[in-house]
């Protein structure tokens, strides 16, 4: 089944409710570390939604490259199906929170990396991410 859309959206912190439900606290496009912090801490919020009617198993991986695509750091697969909770004969949906912690001493700031959501290792969303001091 084709994908219907996929997105990502970073920030400083996730807030997730007792019904499941999350919020982006402090959206990022800039992170701005302190001197001498050496770690980039921050979530990646992965939405994917499907046409109506996909079941099958799917993988996404979340991964941050540099400009030249080379790889700064990756979270392990996860393996999914889209989910119909609400209404069974619409589109499936699926939501992930990735937590990074960016090594930075081995960057050289300021740099702009690239966050990448990889949906059964075809890439379906990407987002810009500047680091500096």
Known sequence: MPLLSANIILCENVLTEKTEMSSAIRLLDV???????????????????????????????????????????QAPDYRFQYGYRIDPSGPGGFVLTTEFNIDVSLLRLPTTCVVNAFLDSQLVA????????
């Not at 009617?53 to 996404?60: R, S, V």
């Not at 979340?62 to 080379?70: K, M, S, V």
């Not at 810009?128 to 001091?133: G, V």
């Open 31 to 73: 992170l701005r570390l302190a001197p001498g912090t050496n770690n980039a801490h921050l979530f990646a919020i992965t939405r994917v939604y499907s046409q109506p009617g996909d079941f099958g198993q799917h993988t996404l991986r979340i991964t941050a490259n540099d400009r030249n695509a080379g790889l700064i750091t």
């Open 126 to 133: 990407h987002t810009p991410l500047t680091l500096s001091r």
